[in-house]
């Protein structure tokens, strides 16, 4: 059955600025719905992004407060807001290029801190608004702008790098998996500390098209083929889970 999330929409909106397949319109649903379960009062809300094209989720279309900060510095902000105003739920909502390269450094600490915020970070393993070049979440050999030849380094895992870092609520999940992506994001504002949701979201447009997944429908089947829970990945000897998606909740 559908459900009306267009009380957290901003009146007057058309179309989203996103590519005709790009996942991160299901992720806003998903954030919506999120907001929804956990019974957050706009009033209250505050949604930080950086910039890219996940950043555009919260900035312009949520009905909340909402700051569009600089490249890599939504976590700075974030981390004066919820200093200054303890009281505002704070969710972040940017994608891996932004979170995880550029502001690999402010995550790392406010994980460290445990700083009370949740944040959903989209990664669709590539910059895309910027030109598709090489992120710290490229898997190797993917081929992006400035790695034409393949990537030769191997990529951030991002749950296990907060968890480490001292999170308090790390989960991962995929963009066809709506529900379970909106019911982490309710239970990490609903944690008290730092909580991770890890959203992974096609880009058919700059990492698709270079990697042989630009068709949108089959570049969603072939990720739904891809997730396998964390229980079952355990179970798998170390070659077996290559190329799969580890998807659960690390933390909790
Ligand atoms: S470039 Fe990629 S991530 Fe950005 S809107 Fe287009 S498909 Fe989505």
Redesign the pocket.
């Known amino acids: 059955m559908a459900r009306d999330l267009s009380h957290w929409l901003r009146e007057g909106l058309g179309a989203t600025?996103?590519?005709p397949?790009?996942?991160?319109g299901i992720l806003l649903g998903a954030v919506c719905r999120a907001l929804d379960l956990a019974g957050v009062e706009r009033e209250r809300l505050l949604v930080v992004s950086g910039i890219g094209?996940?950043a555009w989720i919260p900035s312009p279309h949520l009905r909340a407060d909402t700051l569009h900060t600089l490249h890599g510095r939504a976590l700075a902000f974030a981390t004066g807001a919820k200093l200054y105003r303890p009281d505002r739920v704070t969710l972040v909502v940017s994608g891996d290029g932004d979170l995880a390269s550029i502001g690999g450094n402010h995550l790392i600490h406010a994980a460290r801190r445990d700083l009370d915020v949740t944040v959903v970070c989209a990664n669709?393993s590539i910059y895309?608004?910027t030109g598709g070049q090489v992120a710290a979440t490229t898997p190797r050999g993917a081929r992006t702008a400035t790695t034409p030849a393949g990537n030769p380094h191997r990529p951030f895992d991002l749950c296990r790098l907060v968890a480490a870092a001292g999170a308090s609520y790390v989960a991962r999940y995929a963009v066809v998996q709506p529900d379970r992506v909106a019911r982490a994001v309710a239970r990490g504002i609903a944690t008290p500390g730092f909580a991770f949701v890890e959203v992974v979201?096609p880009?058919?447009?700059?990492?698709g098209r270079r990697n042989d997944e630009a068709d949108p429908a089959r570049a969603l089947a072939a990720l739904r083929e891809r997730l396998i829970g964390r229980e079952e990945a355990e179970a798998l000897p170390a070659g077996e889970r290559a190329g799969r998606i580890v998807v659960g909740e690390f933390v909790a």
């Open positions: 600025p996103f590519c397949g790009c996942g991160h094209c996940a669709n895309g608004m979201s880009c058919p447009t700059q990492y």
